[in-house]
């Protein structure tokens, strides 16, 4: 039953930590190289509500928001001239991770810090004490796919945003405003990721490159699953199984590239991932 567990929480964790780039590169096609960044920006804002003595979850609706204010921003002032140049697009947000980053380090500085948890203990499972926290993670990523899901397919705001993506002159004709769109949803996957800063950061410690290693993965899963936020979620559970019983069973120095074979392999047989929907 521990096993099991391992598996379906590590498949939460990935798909919250690579949602918001989905929303970003699987749907507007736009390489967000700042993700790694706006994770580690997450979770400081939940290290400043642990300083400051605030109930931890405040944390999470303040990445949130902190997250979407920042993506705003950057679509409106470095992403938006850069739609029809996608090579500099992907310098100019790598670098701008890089400029979040050296920010972060110069107010919080190099050292780990530690963030409360919102909620301790254990719970018994099939006679398994398990993490009550990593439990929680379950119902919280299968609530941001339904969420993202019913946004981007049940929503007169998803079809315009699909018009766009598939024809953005047509939908221009059609009287969309493909602007508004890119900037609402740049904003949106922003804003999961610093929320999924926040949410991953008790698991672990703050630090101002925590969000590197997370940007590796979520950008080969994403690559993988496509455009649909349902295959990315049974991506991350494929991935996430095969990286758990890896790390359990032969190495769990083989378990942390098991991702980035996965992937190439799969990309190896099928160039353009898994799904397009």
């Not at 003595?53 to 999470?60: A, D, F, R, S």
């Not at 904003?187 to 008790?202: E, M, N, R, V």
């Not at 095969?242 to 190896?268: D, H, K, N």
Request: hydrophobic letters at 55%; glycine letters at 12%; aromatic letters at 8%.
């Amino acid at each position: 039953m521990g096993l099991l567990l391992d598996v379906v929480t590590t498949a939460a964790v990935l798909f919250i930590v690579t949602a918001g780039l989905m929303m970003i590169f699987g749907v507007m096609k736009i390489v967000n190289f700042a993700h790694g960044a706006l994770l580690t920006l997450g979770g400081y804002a939940s290290f400043v509500i642990t300083q400051l003595k605030i109930n931890p979850w405040v944390g999470l609706p303040l990445a949130l928001v902190v997250g979407a204010a920042v993506g705003m921003i950057v679509e409106r002032v470095v992403v938006r001239p850069l739609y029809k140049r996608p090579l500099d697009a992907i310098l100019a947000t790598w670098g701008l991770g890089i400029v979040i980053g050296q920010l972060i380090t110069m107010i919080f500085g190099r050292g780990v810090q530690f963030v409360e948890s919102p909620i301790n203990g254990a719970l018994p499972i099939a006679g398994t004490e398990y993490s009550t926290y990593r439990l929680l993670l379950i119902p919280i990523a299968l609530g941001i796919w339904g969420a993202t899901s019913a946004l981007l397919n049940r929503t007169r705001f998803g079809v315009k945003t699909r018009a766009v993506i598939m024809n953005e002159d047509l939908a221009k004709g059609l009287g969309i405003n493909s602007e508004r769109i890119r900037f609402v949803m740049f904003g949106l996957g922003a804003g999961l990721g610093t929320l999924a800063g926040a949410l991953i950061t008790p698991l672990s410690s703050v630090d101002p490159g925590m969000g590197l290693p997370w940007l590796v993965s979520a950008f080969l899963l994403v690559m993988v699953a496509g455009s649909s936020m349902t295959g990315l979620l049974l991506t991350c559970l494929v991935f996430g199984a095969c990286q758990v019983l890896v790390s359990t069973y032969v190495s769990p120095v083989f378990g942390g590239v098991t991702i980035a074979v996965l992937a190439a392999l799969t990309l190896r047989i099928r160039p353009r991932g898994f799904s397009h929907a």
